[in-house]
């Protein structure tokens, strides 16, 4: 069975940067698309980023294009989002996901979620 653990998720100022980590075990990690997303309250998940298995291709929300960066170390079974430049808006519990591609993935097909981890943008 997959499992999906994130860390890193904490408060951070307007202007700093932020990682947060996926660590995955249960599978071949590294044939799988991996990608990010987020849960405002009172609103539906959506997409962030994701990257294909080789990690050759990489895809952002238009929200956060320029200043999250999506990456992936296949040898250490683990996800990366760096996020530069964070904003108010960007306040929010972040979800990493894997799926069999990632074209599908970015549009919701997604095969195991992570349990979360909350980031706080303060002013």
């Known amino acids: 069975q997959v499992q999906l653990v994130e860390s890193g998720g904490e408060l951070v100022q307007v202007g700093g940067s932020l990682r947060l980590s996926c660590a995955a075990s249960?599978?071949?990690?590294?044939?799988?698309?991996m990608g990010w997303f987020r849960h405002f309250p009172g609103k539906e998940r959506e997409f962030v980023a994701a990257i294909s298995w080789t990690g050759g291709s990489t895809y952002y929300a238009d929200s956060v294009k320029g200043r999250f960066t999506i990456s992936r170390d296949n040898a250490k079974n683990t996800v990366y989002l760096q996020m530069n430049s964070p904003k108010p808006e960007d306040t929010a519990v972040y979800y990493c996901a894997t799926g069999s591609n990632s074209d599908l993935l970015r549009v919701g097909y997604v095969e195991v979620w992570g349990q979360g981890t909350l980031v706080t943008v303060s002013s």
């Open positions: 249960g599978r071949t990690f590294s044939r799988y698309a």
